[in-house]
């Protein structure tokens, strides 16, 4: 009769600290990051507090709260967004900091600034696309309406026939509305006289007093004077036409190929284990995805965008090179 083994005392605790270990790899792996590493998630945001950035940035990190722990925002304004995206691209690679790259951060300042804190190419791991933001052509209803002008059309035929008579605003050199404006301007065949205000709300305002012609603004800063009758939307400049501005149509209805919209997401630290983003990734896309985002979105005209690391990577590698030639052919320079 074979003899039966006995577990030892010795082999005993043997088994049971290596079942210890493995339920707390376990939990590691599915408690919210945050916690398992002892630390909130910082999430840089490199502009101002209350703008549309800023607010879908604090309704995403309430969203993930119950699978990545805590996350908390951290305003870094300044230097066309520079100084936030630098923050980012010099922090620790273990994802506890995450920023956001934008349009302006991402694909507009390396060609803008003579000089970059930060290589937009190679020091983030990209984690998702957010949001992407139609851009709208206005026109002063006032003014559109004595021009007779109530299409791109008419617009172009008007600006052929009266050369140099035109002028346009937009938040300042090297600003989405001034890039808008010279690629609308190339594409067209036409000319117009640029006028750089101090930022978008001043271009607003001088469109609204009929200091300037047209403009291409953010759709979400535009909506209540377009709402209002104020401002006449022309076109939007995403290649299809959108829902919250029914009946306009896209700019490339009449452009072939024209698109120039707003956009930003989430970024890492270049180094960031692949493993890490994915977790990251899978967290704030199932947070974008959410009824509730879209709704909350939606009040900003803002369309949430997810997307694979891999795609949002190739989407601002596709961005950076659009932007390179729009931004050496508008001559804009900040030294």
């Known amino acids: 009769m074979q003899q039966q083994s006995e577990i030892t005392p010795t082999i005993f605790m043997h088994i049971k600290t290596l079942l210890a270990a493995a339920l707390a790899v376990l939990a590691s792996a599915t408690a919210p990051l945050a916690q398992a590493q002892g630390k909130p998630i910082r999430l840089i945001v490199p502009y ?12 995403l990190a309430e969203r993930v709260r119950d699978t990545l722990g805590p996350v908390i925002i951290d305003n870094r304004p300044g230097a066309g967004g520079n100084i936030g995206a630098d923050a980012v691209a010099k922090a620790a690679p273990d994802g ?3 920023g956001i790259a934008a349009t ?29 933001v139609p851009n709208v052509l206005v ?39 001034h890039l808008a404006g ?38 979400a800063t535009a909506a209540p004077n377009i709402r209002s009758g104020k401002l006449k939307a022309i076109a939007v400049t995403t ?23 707003t956009w930003w ?39 949430p965008a997810p997307s694979t690391p891999e795609d949002f990577g190739a989407f601002m590698n596709s961005e950076r090179s659009k932007y390179e030639g729009l931004v050496k052919a508008s001559g804009a320079r900040v030294d």
């Open 182 to 219: 010279e690629m609308f301007k190339k594409e067209a065949g036409i000319f117009a006289v640029h006028i750089p205000y101090n930022g978008g709300n001043p271009a607003q305002l001088a469109l609204l007093s009929g200091q300037v012609d047209f403009n291409f603004d953010n759709l």
């Open 96 to 98: 506890l900091t995450i």
């Open 239 to 261: 290649l299809k036409g959108v829902s919250a501005l029914p009946g306009t149509p896209p700019v490339a209805d009449t452009l072939k190929g024209f698109a120039i919209d």
């Open 265 to 303: 997401g989430l970024v890492a630290p270049a180094a960031t284990p692949k493993d890490v983003v994915a977790r990251l990734n899978q967290a704030f896309v199932a947070a974008l995805n959410a009824p509730e985002t879209k709704t909350r979105f939606a009040t900003l005209l803002a369309e």
């Open 139 to 177: 026109m002063n209803a006032e003014t559109a309406q004595r021009l007779k002008i109530s299409s791109v059309s008419d617009l172009i035929a008007y600006a052929r026939a009266n050369p140099a008579k035109l002028n346009y605003g937009s938040g300042g050199n090297g600003s989405a509305g």
């Open 48 to 59: 101002a507090a209350g703008g549309p950035i800023d607010i879908t940035a604090r309704a």
């Open 104 to 132: 302006a951060t991402h694909a507009v300042n390396p060609w803008l600034y003579g000089k970059m804190p930060y290589n937009a190419a190679t020091d983030f791991a990209p984690i998702t696309q957010m949001v992407r």
